[in-house]
């Protein structure tokens, strides 16, 4: 059975900083591309970052860029979200899905939230 | 960057009833499209992907069609599971969303 979830969701200052993870098992891990997408609360859902197979190609939300970082550790099965001097606005469930291809996720978490208040 | 405009935003519909949302690309381009289905306080559900095939264990009441700038997705007769929102995807973007809530 397919699962993913996420993990490292909290309260964090604004300026701060915090790690995402996402555990991925059932499945070839290293043969999908994964992604992150987060929803603010009572909004609509918002493409955030991905990354390929091996790590080596990453694309960010022009949002995110330069604050967040994606990465993923094959041999854990696990993808992470990196992200630096947090905003107001980053306040959302982050989730975490497995890229079918052109970004359709087949295989979701149930998303973490991330709220960033002093 | 491609922008989806989902309408109508809510649909107000019986059970039993036929519902069409409806999913307009501010360009054309040969990128497939996917749905999804989401629960309040819950992750969303991919329905259909690359426009028209449905994902795994999804019921045949649901479909997708379209092509170039207009997609749609119909529920051709809905179960009282079906009240949620609905939201298209082609690649990085997403449409605002269409509630389908009982009348």
């Known amino acids: 059975e397919v699962q993913v979830v996420e993990s490292g969701g909290g309260l964090v200052q604004p300026g701060g900083s915090l790690r995402l993870s996402c555990a991925a098992s059932?499945?070839?891990?290293?043969?999908?591309?994964m992604t992150w997408v987060r929803q603010a609360p009572g909004k609509g859902l918002e493409w955030v970052a991905n990354?390929?197979?091996?790590?080596?190609?990453?694309n960010y939300a022009d949002s995110v860029r330069g604050r967040f970082t994606i990465s993923r550790d094959n041999a854990k099965n696990s993808v992470f979200l990196h992200m630096n001097i947090l905003r107001a606005e980053d306040t959302a469930v982050y989730f975490c899905?497995?890229?079918?291809?052109?970004?359709?996720?087949?295989?979701w978490g149930q998303g973490t939230l991330v709220t960033v208040s002093s | 960057e491609i922008v989806l405009t989902q309408s109508p935003a809510t649909l107000s519909l019986s059970p039993g009833e036929r519902a069409t949302v409806s999913c307009r690309a501010s360009q054309s381009v040969s990128i497939p499209l996917a749905w999804y289905q989401q629960k309040l306080g819950q992750a969303p559900r991919l329905l259909i992907y690359d426009t028209f095939k449905r994902a795994t264990g999804i019921p045949t009441r649901f479909s997708g069609s379209g092509s170039g700038t207009h997609f749609t997705l119909t529920i051709s007769s809905l179960e009282p599971e079906d009240f949620a929102v609905y939201y298209c995807q082609q690649l990085t973007n997403f449409g605002g969303g269409t509630k389908v809530e009982i009348k």
């Open positions: 990354i390929n197979q091996d790590g080596s190609e990453l």
């Open positions: 899905g497995r890229n079918l291809g052109y970004e359709q996720l087949d295989y």
């Open positions: 059932g499945f070839s891990f290293n043969s999908y591309w």
